[in-house]
């Protein structure tokens, strides 16, 4: 039996008509959803991320602020002009792009940006409040694979699920998500011994680990869910497609899978910050 084909364009593109509709509304206010991006340095594939945000914002209506540092800006400086971002009100989202220059503290860059603009769930409190099961703004791939597990009603509660990556914005915050939708959760990462044992106990595996073509097929338990986050040089996740393909019950294809949710839910959360600030002026007017 073919596995269903979990596909992020189309989910993606349902987000995007919502959030076209709501940017209007918004308009009428006269309040215009505003994502700033800040990008330090000179990494062509930084540009170029930073640049398909920068698109998909413009297509639904949304402002888009791009600040473009040089390399040699300093924490200080690259502080100074996130501070000067969480107090315009006309900012509602700020994304700071990764990676930063070496010789940045990007940790300390990310705890900078204001909770109530932390579309990207960057900073250590969102993450606590998405753990904990009430953050708004979640990280965009983690909220990207809960938005495809909605849309395609896959059942979590009570499943074994298998999170392979531990990164503080993909791995440990997606296993947080799926803890708190009950479902069972192993997270694995590179001192895992026996991987592929557990994964094939997996109901639900999260594939994000950064390594193309890594999970096969003869891992993967007969009917799982493969949800893909990785996304590699030439186009290639982290699952061995061809062979997963085979034994799973759902599939996310790379491209067309979670990349393109990703960009989606940060547009969404940055409109939901908009709409925060419309309530708020709201009820002081």
Known sequence: ?????????????????????????????????????????????????????????????????????PKETTTSELLRVI?????????????????????????????????????????????????????EYPSCTPAAIMNIIDYYDVSVEGKHAVVIGRSPILGKPVSMMLLNRNATVTTCHSYTE??????????????????????????????????????NKGNIGDVDYDSCYEKAGAITPVPGGVGPVTISMLLKQTVDSAEKTAELLKKSS
Not at 16 to 45: F, H, N, Y
Not at 88 to 95: A, K, N, Q, R, T
């Open 1 to 69: 039996m073919e596995p269903l084909i979990l596909d992020g364009k189309r989910v993606a593109t349902e987000v995007k008509e919502s959030l076209r509709l709501r940017v209007s509304a918004l308009k009428e206010k006269g309040i215009v959803p505003c994502l700033a991006t800040v990008l330090v340095g000179d990494d062509s594939s930084s540009e170029t991320y930073v640049k398909m945000k920068g698109n998909a914002c413009r297509k639904i209506g949304m402002e888009s602020r791009r600040i473009h540092l």
């Open 83 to 135: 501070n000067e971002l969480n107090s315009d009100d006309d900012v509602h989202g700020i994304l700071l792009q990764h990676p930063v220059p070496k010789h940045i503290d990007e940790r300390a860059a990310f705890e900078a940006i204001s909770i109530e603009k932390d579309v990207d769930g960057v900073t250590s409190l969102g993450f606590g409040r998405t753990s904990f099961g009430f953050g």
């Open 194 to 231: 026996n991987l592929a044992e557990i994964v094939s106990q997996a109901d639900i595996v999260v594939a994000a680990v950064g390594k193309p073509n890594f999970i096969k097929g003869e891992w993967v338990k007969e009917g799982a869910v493969i949800l893909d986050a990785g996304y």
